[in-house]
């Protein structure tokens, strides 16, 4: 066939495309365990991470061994084989009508639309019990929902850190909520008081002569509304909505 025909000019053009879409779609398929495997590392990465638990040079996976992670029934804070550890998957599970539920609009503080019925959470146990309890949290900013992690010291009310793994904020607006100095002024603060809720982020800046002050987070300079999305997913996530009813039952001394 002459080289200029068009049956030959279309055929080697056909014949290109048949080939490169099976060199794309192998490469999918055989990387997508590798994807799933970094993913996976990375979330033990930011589980870690969220608790002041990262040792740099150290293999992850060994890290994490000190973790045991425990799915949780949300609506009774109670422990629960009901689904698979090893396979749960809580973001699809947050999406599928039979395995979450809606939020109406007073409920959904933190925009998030759907709760899954069942959450991991990661804890690290001591001789004395629960030394750190690591709490997957999310809600909408500005831009985006922010995934994320807050660890609890073995008191169950003493921050013991954050860290958000996944957003959209603007770099240097709402993307600070990665900065590690605002990261760090969470430590230590208290999530409860007499079993109330009282961590906040305010607006601008903590005044610590204040009373109360053990309890607030500064807020971000010219990201109010990331700020507030801060705020409200924490109240969601630490309050009876969320893991509120879990941290009660592990305090009573009964789990
Ligand atoms: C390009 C652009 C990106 C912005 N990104 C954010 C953001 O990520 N988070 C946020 O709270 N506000 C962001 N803002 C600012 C908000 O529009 C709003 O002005 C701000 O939240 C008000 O905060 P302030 O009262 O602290 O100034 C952005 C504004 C612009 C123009």
Redesign the pocket.
């Known amino acids: 066939m002459a080289n200029d025909s068009i049956k030959k000019t279309f055929g080697v053009a056909a014949l290109l495309c048949v080939v490169c879409a099976i060199v794309v779609s192998t490469a999918a398929v055989m990387l997508r365990p590798a994807q799933q495997a970094n993913k996976l590392l990375d979330l033990k990465t930011n589980i870690l991470a969220s608790a002041g638990l990262l040792q740099a040079g150290v293999d992850v996976e060994t890290q994490f061994e000190q973790i045991t992670t425990r799915i949780v029934d949300m609506e009774t804070g109670r422990f629960t084989d009901a689904v698979d550890v090893a396979t749960y998957d809580q973001r699809k599970a947050s999406k599928d009508p039979a395995l979450s539920v809606e939020l109406t609009g007073d409920e959904d503080i933190a925009k998030i639309k759907r709760r899954a019925k069942y959450s991991s959470v990661y804890i690290v146990e001591g001789e004395q019990g629960i030394e750190k309890l690591i709490l997957p949290i999310k809600g909408y900013?500005?831009?985006s929902t922010m995934y994320g992690f807050l660890a609890l010291e073995s008191d169950l009310q003493t921050v013991a850190g954050i860290g958000f793994y996944e957003h959209a904020?603007?770099p240097g607006?709402?993307?600070e909520i990665d900065n590690p100095n605002w990261k760090t002024s969470w430590v230590g603060k208290q999530a409860y008081n007499q079993g109330d809720l009282v961590l906040s982020v305010i607006k601008g800046r903590v005044d610590t002569e204040r009373a109360g002050s053990e309890s607030q987070i500064d807020g971000l300079?010219?990201?109010?509304?990331?700020?507030r999305g801060v705020d409200k997913l924490i109240k969601y996530w630490l309050g009876e909505q969320g893991f509120q009813p879990l941290i009660s039952y592990l305090k009573s001394g009964e789990a």
Not at 221 to 227: D, E, N, Q, S
């Open positions: 900013g500005l831009w904020e603007t607006l709402g993307g300079a010219g990201a109010t509304l990331t700020t």
